[in-house]
């Protein structure tokens, strides 16, 4: 009788453990929301960025912008992109925003919807690319009044 009743309160223990690890998992993986901005030159970085966070404890939701050049028809990673969106919907939405290179027109009402309709109580942002790309990409997020130590990037 004794033996039950200790095997009882240890499986009680054991499952109020997992309960609040699941729970912990859950409020932290989904109070963050990053927010991965890239080009061309730094898709390479950025996806394997993505995918590492994907298959991490405590998943942030994810947002991914792929900036390319409005002639190039078949994308780096774009079904790779694709398969891990519909795979897990629930954390990832994938953009892929084709622009005027000649004109090195970012397109900013995308990233400006996307911070508009954050409901995630910490938004972050990381940006992969060329020079001229991150310089660009860092001045719209700052002047959609995002705080510059919530920005990170990596020139490529």
């Known amino acids: 009788k004794n033996y039950l009743l200790q095997l009882l309160q240890l499986c009680i223990i054991n499952f109020d453990e997992m309960f609040e690890v699941g729970n912990k998992c859950k409020r932290n993986g989904h109070s963050l929301h990053l927010i ?12 394997y960025f993505l995918r590492d ?20 028809l078949h ?39 996307t911070i508009n309709s954050n409901s995630f109580q910490v938004m972050k942002f990381l940006v992969f690319g060329n020079a001229e790309y991150v310089n660009y990409v860092y001045g719209v997020i700052v002047f959609l009044d995002v705080k510059e130590f919530l920005i990170n990037s990596k020139i490529i």
């Open 53 to 72: 966070q994907l298959a991490g404890r405590g998943t942030p939701f994810l947002s991914f912008i792929y900036t390319i050049s409005d002639k190039n």
């Open 36 to 47: 991965t901005l890239c080009d061309e030159a730094g898709i390479f970085d950025a996806f």
């Open 75 to 113: 994308p780096l990673f774009e079904q790779e992109l694709s398969i891990l969106e519909k795979r897990l919907p629930s954390d990832l939405i994938v953009h892929i925003l084709r622009i005027d290179t000649t004109k090195y027109c970012f397109k900013q009402e995308l990233l400006e919807a």
